[in-house]
């Protein structure tokens, strides 16, 4: 996972899966000192997709600062996963809530893409993006839905 904040954001942070963590309906509680880079405003954590069981359904995480006992709340909901849940993702973004106000505002982007029309300039590959700005960035975005059924083709 990685926290952001007002005053930046954390490294990448793992969080181990040791004995019996992350099993269905329990809480797991990891001590973890970081930079003080509150007030939080977002958080992105992912999973590998990897092992017996490779998705995960994370209902919701709490960050408590243990010298003055301030909780921030990032609530998902939904399953880490390529083939389960709502939005077949590894990945998701979450922003914090503190007293119930959340810190990051979602919006809505139209994205225009010009494809040249050099010979082969087109591609069938999928193609992402990440868009950066002052709370972070985006995570990774696959530019799947278009009003173009046959899309990135030359020109």
Not at 46 to 59: C, T
Not at 81 to 93: A, D, H, I, P
Request: aromatic share 8%.
């Amino acid at each position: 996972m990685i926290c952001y904040g007002a005053s930046g954001s954390t490294d990448d942070m793992l969080l181990p899966k040791c004995g019996d963590r992350f099993e269905r309906g329990q809480r797991d509680t990891f001590v973890m000192e970081i930079a003080d880079i509150a007030p939080f405003k977002k958080m992105r954590v992912w999973i590998d997709g990897k092992g017996s069981r490779p998705e995960w359904f994370l209902e919701k995480i709490i960050l408590k600062n243990m010298s003055n006992e301030e909780e921030t709340t990032f609530t998902y909901g939904d399953w880490l996963s390529k083939t389960k849940g709502e939005k077949r993702q590894l990945s998701v973004e979450m922003a914090a809530v503190v007293d119930e106000e959340e810190m990051v505002d979602t919006t809505t982007y139209t994205i225009q893409v010009k494809t040249s029309d050099v010979s082969g300039g087109g591609t069938d590959a999928n193609v992402c993006m990440i868009i950066f700005g002052e709370n972070g960035d985006s995570g990774t975005l696959a530019l799947k839905q278009s009003n173009n059924n046959n899309k990135f083709e030359k020109n």
